[in-house]
C-alpha cells in the first residue's frame, strides 16, 4: 500500500531535550515536505528536499533541522526543543512536477513542557 | 506573493443539502489550485485540483470544484453532503517561484447535520 509513514504519533516531551520524528514513503518520491499545523494558522512548511542530499529552509524552519541521505525517509529533527514547537506536525511527498498531488501522512501531535 | 484565503472558519449544512466552501486566491501567473480533505487523526488526502481547462473539476467523494478566474476564486461544492463529509478542508494553490510547494489557506471546518 502506498503510504507515507510518521513516528511517532504522540509525544510528550520536556524543553532541550533533543527528539527525531521519522517520516519513510515507499512511493519512490522526489519531493518531500515537513510542515507544522496550528489553529488559525493552516499548514506552514519547516523544510523540503527535492531528491537524495538536497534540502532547504520553509517558511518556518527556525528550530529545525533535516536529513535525506536516502529517497525515502526524511526525519525531523527538533535539537532543542522549545514550547513554542508544540504543534501538530505532517510529512508529505510527491513527484516533482507542477500540479503533483503531495501524499500525507497521519501526524505527530508534539507536546514540549 | 501567492496565497489563498478561505474566508469561513466554519460551514454548516443539514444533509442532503448542497455545499459550498468558498476559497480566494492571490498568485502570479495561472493558477494551479487543490482541495485536501482532513479527517480527524488523519493526514490530508487530496480531492482534486485545477491545472487548465474545464473551470469545474470533478473530484473524489462526489466533490467537485469550479473555478472562477475574474473573481480569483475556487469554491469546493458537492450537490448532496453526507454527514461522513463532515471533516476539515485546506484549499492550497502552488508557489509560483518553488513549484513544488503548496501554500495552504486556514482551513474550514464542515460540519454536516443529520
Known amino acids: 500500500e502506498a503510504q507515507v509513514t510518521q513516528n511517532p504519533r504522540y509525544l510528550i516531551t520536556v524543553t532541550g531535550k533533543k527528539l527525531t520524528v521519522t517520516c519513510s514513503q515507499n512511493?519512490?518520491?522526489?519531493?518531500m515536505s515537513w510542515y507544522r499545523q496550528d489553529p488559525g494558522l493552516g499548514l506552514r512548511q519547516i523544510y523540503y528536499s527535492m531528491n537524495v542530499e538536497v534540502t532547504d529552509k520553509g517558511d518556518v524552519p527556525e528550530g529545525y533541522k533535516v536529513s535525506r541521505k536516502e529517497k525515502r525517509n526524511f526525519p525531523l529533527i527538533l535539537e532543542s526543543p522549545s514550547p513554542n514547537q508544540t504543534s501538530l506536525y505532517f510529512c508529505a511527498s510527491s513527484f516533482r512536477g507542477s500540479g503533483q498531488p503531495q501524499h500525507f501522512g497521519d501526524g505527530t501531535r508534539l507536546s514540549i513542557l | 506573493a501567492q496565497s489563498v484565503a478561505q474566508p469561513e472558519d466554519q460551514v454548516n449544512v443539514a444533509e442532503g443539502n448542497p455545499l459550498t466552501v468558498k476559497c480566494t486566491y492571490s498568485?502570479?501567473?495561472?493558477?494551479?489550485l487543490f482541495w485536501y480533505v482532513q479527517y480527524p487523526n488523519r493526514g490530508l488526502q487530496f480531492l482534486l485540483k485545477?491545472?487548465?481547462?474545464?473551470?469545474l473539476v470533478k473530484g473524489s467523494y462526489g466533490f467537485e470544484a469550479e473555478f472562477n478566474k475574474s473573481q480569483t476564486s475556487f469554491h469546493l461544492k458537492k450537490p448532496s453532503a453526507l454527514v461522513s463529509d463532515s471533516a476539515l478542508y485546506f484549499c492550497a494553490v502552488r508557489d509560483y517561484q518553488n513549484t513544488d510547494k503548496l501554500i495552504f489557506g486556514t482551513g474550514t471546518r464542515l460540519q454536516v447535520f443529520p
Open positions: 485545477y491545472i487548465t481547462g474545464d473551470n
Open positions: 512511493m519512490n518520491h522526489e519531493y
Open positions: 498568485v502570479s501567473g495561472n493558477p494551479y
